[in-house]
Nanobody, 126 residues
Framework: QVQLVESGGGLVQSGGSLRLSCAASGLTFRTYGMGWFRQAPGKEREFAAALTRGDGVVNYAGSERGRFTASSDSAKNTVYLQMNSLKPEDTAVYYC???????????????????WGQGTQVTVSS
């Protein structure tokens, strides 16, 4: 059974940084897409960043480009989301999600992802 466990959320001041981690276990496939999504209260879940393990292709939402960096540690089956220059509007629950067998450009669509973590709260104060 695939499990995703996020960590690294918290409270940070505007302009600060956080690094989120997502540890995957129970994997039986060599390639997959790992996406980061976020959901603020009263809003739909939105794409932040994603990468494919195997190809190493990374995809970012426009608003996060240059501030967020997705990376992976294949040996640990862990992906990271480094978030810099955080803004109050970045406040949300952040989720990692996995799409099995993905190659090439990772998907931006939540429906493409099969497995989801429990989410980690990120709060940016002004």
């Amino acid at each position: 059974q695939v499990q995703l466990v996020e960590s690294g959320g918290g409270l940070v001041q505007s302009g600060g940084s956080l690094r989120l981690s997502c540890a995957a276990s129970g994997l039986t496939f060599r390639t997959y897409g790992m996406g980061w999504f976020r959901q603020a209260p009263g809003k739909e879940r939105e794409f932040a960043a994603a990468l494919t393990r195997g190809d190493g292709v990374v995809n970012y939402a426009g608003s996060e480009r240059g501030r967020f960096t997705a990376s992976s540690d294949s040996a640990k089956n862990t992906v990271y989301l480094q978030m810099n220059s955080l803004k109050p509007e970045d406040t949300a629950v952040y989720y990692c999600a996995l799409e099995p067998y993905r190659t090439g450009t990772p998907s931006r669509t939540p429906g493409s992802y099969v497995y989801w973590g429990q989410g980690t709260q990120v709060t940016v104060s002004s």
